[in-house]
Nanobody
Framework: QVQLVESGGGSVQAGGSLRLSCAAS????????VGWFRQAPEKEREAVAV????????SYADSVKGRFTISQDNPKNMLYLQMDSLKPEDAAMYYC?????????????????WGKGTLVTISS
């Protein structure tokens, strides 16, 4: 059974940093397109960042470029999102997800498995 469990969310002041983690079990994410997504209240879910390790590909939403960094630890089957210079508009529930097919990877690619999310709140 595939399971993705996010952690690391919390409350932080604007300008601060958080590191989100996603632990995968029951499935290896090492050669898969994996990513972080977020959904704020009353807003649609949006892609934040994706990574595809076989060709070292990463892609970020324009709103987080230069502030967020996605990374992956294959031996640990973990995905991370380092978030710096946080802004109030970054507040949301953050989800990690993985795509089963190995053909493509980009911000808008459909994902197959999702975690339940970790909440990030930002105080100004």
């Amino acid at each position: 059974q595939v399971q993705l469990v996010e952690s690391g969310g919390g409350s932080v002041q604007a300008g601060g940093s958080l590191r989100l983690s996603c632990a995968a079990s029951g499935y290896s994410i090492s050669n898969k397109c994996v990513g972080w997504f977020r959904q704020a209240p009353e807003k649609e879910r949006e892609a934040v960042a994706v990574i595809y390790m076989p060709n070292r590909f990463t892609s970020y939403a324009d709103s987080v470029k230069g502030r967020f960094t996605i990374s992956q630890d294959n031996p640990k089957n973990m995905l991370y999102l380092q978030m710096d210079s946080l802004k109030p508009e970054d507040a949301a529930m953050y989800y990690c997800a993985v795509r089963v097919a190995e053909n493509i990877c980009h911000l808008n690619v459909p994902m197959d498995y999702w975690g339940k999310g970790t909440l990030v709140t930002i105080s100004s």
